[in-house]
């Protein structure tokens, strides 16, 4: 069965360095999302990505975050400076949208869990 | 704006019937998602409303109604496996956008 992938599992970095989670999403699908989860809280999205460009981002997803899909299957979410507040864990997701179909349906990987010292 | 509603905490027995209320305010509306997440895992798609009504699977169901901004998740003959967090989750915007709600943790004992 199709499933998104992420790496790292797990990754521990000092504050201000920059961080780059990938994910691979489920290859025919149209529409990729990161969210994270802070330890014992809600999912919170940071942005959407749909034909190669962000089509929604939060709050949250401020200056120092930027997504990338380089190469057609790849989808990057980078932390330029961290901060030990980005501590949690990185949700990446893909819908299907083919059709124009909205099923709710979202693919989640198994999460990047960053930690930030 | 956005808002979710849903109860933080519920408790149930193995065997018994529970229903998790959602109630949101969101722009755009397509429809109403709900996820099942255990402790250190990801979310996982239960079920998805597009229209007022039950949609079942399995021993879960779930109920949309539009004019009342409300939706339900029905889990039936509960089973230990079933103590995880549930989220319900509007669908809206241009761009097939989810928000989390803030989620319900269900505990069931035996």
């Known amino acids: 069965e199709p499933e998104v992938t992420q790496t790292p599992s797990h990754q521990v970095t000092q504050m201000g360095q920059e961080v780059i989670l990938r994910c691979v999403p489920i290859?025919?699908?149209?529409?990729f999302y990161w969210y994270r989860q802070i330890l014992g809280q809600k999912v919170e999205f940071l942005v959407s990505f749909y034909n190669n460009e962000i089509s929604e981002k939060s709050e949250i997803f401020d200056d120092q975050f930027s997504v990338e899909r380089p190469d057609g299957s790849n989808f990057t979410l980078k932390i330029r400076s961290t901060k030990l507040e980005d501590s949690a864990m990185y949700f990446c997701a893909s819908m299907s949208g083919l059709g124009g179909a909205n099923t709710g349906e979202l693919f989640f990987g198994e999460g990047s869990r960053l930690t930030v010292l | 704006g956005q808002s979710l509603e849903q109860p933080s905490e519920v408790t149930a027995v193995e065997g018994a019937i529970v229903q998790i209320n959602c109630t949101y305010q969101t722009s755009g509306f397509y429809g109403l998602s709900w996820y099942q997440q255990h402790d250190g895992g990801a979310p996982t798609f239960l079920s998805y409303?597009?229209?007022?009504g039950l949609e079942e699977t399995g021993r879960f169901s779930s109920f949309l109604s539009r004019s009342d901004s409300y939706g339900y998740l029905l889990l039936q003959e509960l089973q230990m496996k079933d103590s995880a967090s549930y989220f319900c989750?509007?669908?809206?915007?241009?761009?097939?956008?989810?928000?989390f709600g803030a989620g319900t943790r269900l505990a069931v004992h035996p």
């Open positions: 290859s025919n699908h149209l529409y």
């Open positions: 989750a509007p669908l809206s915007g241009g761009y097939n956008k989810l928000i």
């Open positions: 409303n597009a229209l007022d």
